[in-house]
């Protein structure tokens, strides 16, 4: 399970530094791909595989289960670390998640998240205020105990 957070620079040739607490859960090989909300999803290639299996399961015959499979699956190439636990963020991801030099990886259980510095200090300020709302929402009395 991936979890926490750590900030990053991405170089002057387009790599990151993958967290070494990550790196092994990734595998030798693993996914990228668009997320929503302006990040980029990784995702080791097991559990990618789960996910596109989901998508093949949805109605062909529905519009947004196409629209999402052609986000999803679009923007998704395979990646592997360099020797150094860098990855190399194809320019296309870079620009749809405005990656500019300063990131924030975060592990979001099954998945990492690559967002831009500034895009990630913006989604906090705002959920933060949200959260007790959100989380009042999701779960039901009696669903979660502390």
Request: with cysteine; proline share 3%.
């Amino acid at each position: 399970m991936f979890l926490g957070q750590y900030h990053h620079t991405i170089d002057e040739k387009g790599r990151l530094i993958i967290p070494s607490k990550y790196r092994d859960q990734l595998g030798s090989s693993f996914v990228i791909t668009r997320g929503i909300e302006n990040c980029i999803y990784v995702y080791p290639e097991e559990t990618f595989s789960r996910l596109v299996t989901q998508l093949e399961a949805l109605p062909f015959t529905k519009k947004d289960a196409r629209r999402f499979s052609r986000f999803f699956l679009s923007g998704a190439t395979a990646a592997e670390l360099d020797k150094q636990g860098r990855i190399l963020l194809p320019s296309s991801l870079a620009t749809y998640a405005d990656l500019k030099k300063d990131c924030i990886i975060v592990g979001v259980g099954e998945r990492l998240e690559i967002w831009d510095k500034d895009a990630w200090d913006d989604f906090m300020s705002s959920a933060a205020d949200e959260m007790s709302d959100i989380a009042e929402g999701l779960f039901q009395e009696g669903d979660y105990h502390a």
